[in-house]
């Protein structure tokens, strides 16, 4: 049996080393809103052996920030600070995208206004979201199309439009957030997934049909009355329609682990419903600690990339190790 984890992959235009992905995580190492030093050398070290670096989420306008020292790929962005990191990640090898995100009714800083699919106010935010008017979500979509010109003038490799983990694309996907009856409803997977499919499309335009555009999608929210693993399928086609090269597969409203579970791939149960639909690449992320989880992930079919999370932030060379010993 051949081994696939060091297998290259071939994502649009460019070639992945190998199947192991670091998903996303938030450092708060930014300074001024842009990568630090410390934020930099922290992903050098961590892209030696890697495939793909996804980093850390940046917010598309101010009333989206997550947190007080998320990273921000706003309009007017410092690009200069951004190609360093970018520099960094290539010169070790690996490839690198920019996460690009709006909180919605998940923002941190009510002294802005905070927006949502519906009038909400979301458990996780002391804060009452107002749902967003259709101009709104005009102005939204060109932050994101805005974000993602930015991220490649800075020399990524790609975009992912994040749509998990209950920020405001997946308010807008879950029927237990989006209450609106417009076109954007939440009764519909057309409705639900129409924004997304908008922000893609637009997206897709403005950066070129040879750059990589992922989405991280929330494809399951574990909870009553919300996104089920059934309605997957269809979303997934939705977003490949619309153009996307790479679907990272996470959970919605209930973040981003599964409660009870402990087995490596918490979300193959989503992924496989997506990997057997279309045929982009899949990305795994979820309990993977060691090479041999990776190997056995890929070797089942779950995903074609594998993320490795809180093991790959505190062993800067999981990597190379995991390599060594795959099987």
Same mark, same amino acid.
């Given at each position: %049996?051949?081994?696939?984890?060091?297998?290259?992959? !071939?994502?649009? &235009?460019?070639?992945?080393?190998?199947?192991?992905?670091? !998903?996303?995580?938030?450092?708060?190492?930014?300074?001024?809103?842009?990568?630090?030093?410390?934020?930099?050398?922290?992903?050098?070290?961590?892209?030696?052996?890697?495939?793909?670096?996804?980093?850390?989420?940046?917010?598309?306008?101010?009333?989206?920030?997550?947190?007080?020292?998320?990273?921000? %790929?706003?309009?007017?962005?410092?690009?200069?600070?951004?190609?360093?990191?970018?520099?960094?990640?290539?010169? @070790?090898?690996?490839?690198?995208?920019?996460?690009?995100?709006?909180?919605?009714?998940?923002?941190?800083?009510?002294?802005?206004?905070?927006?949502?699919?519906?009038?909400?106010?979301?458990?996780?935010?002391?804060?009452?979201?107002?749902?967003? &008017?259709?101009?709104?979500?005009? #102005?939204?979509?060109?932050?994101?199309?805005?974000?993602?010109?930015?991220?490649?003038?800075?020399?990524?490799?790609?975009?992912?439009?994040?749509?998990?983990?209950?920020?405001?694309?997946?308010?807008?996907?879950?029927?237990?957030?989006?209450?609106?009856?417009?076109?954007?409803?939440?009764?519909?997977?057309?409705? #639900?997934? #129409?924004?997304?499919?908008?922000?893609?499309?637009?997206?897709?335009?403005?950066?070129?049909?040879?750059?990589?555009? +992922?989405? #991280?999608?929330?494809?399951?929210?574990?909870?009553?009355?919300?996104?089920?693993?059934?309605?997957?399928?269809?979303?997934?086609?939705?977003?490949?329609? +619309?153009?996307?090269?790479?679907?990272?597969?996470?959970?919605?409203?209930?973040?981003?682990?599964?409660?009870?579970?402990?087995? !490596?791939?918490?979300?193959?149960?989503?992924?496989?419903?997506?990997?057997?639909?279309?045929?982009?690449?899949?990305?795994? &992320?979820?309990?993977?600690? &060691?090479?041999?989880?990776?190997?056995?992930?890929?070797?089942?079919?779950?995903?074609?990339?594998?993320?490795?999370?809180?093991?790959? %932030? @505190?062993? +800067?060379?999981?990597?190379?190790?995991?390599? @060594?010993?795959?099987?």
């Amino acid at each position: %049996m051949d081994r696939l984890l060091d297998k290259p992959l !071939p994502l649009k &235009t460019i070639m992945l080393r190998n199947r192991i992905a670091m !998903p996303p995580m938030a450092t708060e190492l930014s300074v001024n809103d842009v990568p630090s030093d410390a934020l930099i050398d922290y992903y050098r070290k961590r892209a030696k052996a890697t495939g793909l670096i996804i980093v850390e989420h940046e917010y598309v306008s101010l009333e989206g920030k997550a947190s007080p020292r998320q990273l921000s %790929m706003a309009e007017g962005v410092d690009i200069a600070a951004y190609r360093r990191l970018t520099d960094a990640v290539h010169s @070790q090898g690996a490839a690198i995208i920019a996460q690009v995100n709006h909180a919605g009714a998940d923002a941190f800083d009510d002294k802005l206004p905070v927006i949502s699919a519906s009038d909400i106010r979301f458990w996780r935010s002391a804060f009452q979201a107002k749902a967003m &008017t259709l101009g709104d979500i005009v #102005r939204i979509k060109e932050c994101f199309v805005n974000a993602a010109v930015q991220s490649k003038a800075a020399g990524f490799d790609g975009v992912e439009i994040h749509s998990a983990h209950g920020y405001l694309l997946n308010q807008f996907y879950s029927p237990l957030t989006n209450l609106r009856t417009d076109d954007y409803n939440g009764k519909t997977m057309e409705g #639900r997934t #129409r924004l997304h499919c908008e922000i893609i499309q637009a997206v897709r335009e403005a950066v070129g049909q040879d750059y990589v555009v +992922a989405i #991280r999608f929330g494809a399951c929210d574990y909870m009553d009355g919300g996104s089920q693993i059934a309605e997957i399928p269809e979303a997934a086609r939705r977003f490949v329609d +619309a153009g996307v090269d790479l679907i990272d597969i996470s959970g919605g409203l209930s973040g981003y682990m599964v409660r009870g579970a402990s087995q !490596p791939g918490w979300f193959a149960e989503l992924s496989r419903p997506v990997k057997e639909t279309v045929n982009v690449p899949v990305l795994l &992320t979820g309990g993977v600690q &060691t090479g041999q989880d990776a190997e056995g992930l890929l070797q089942e079919g779950a995903a074609d990339l594998i993320g490795v999370g809180r093991a790959m %932030m @505190q062993d +800067a060379d999981w990597s190379e190790r995991a390599l @060594q010993h795959a099987g």
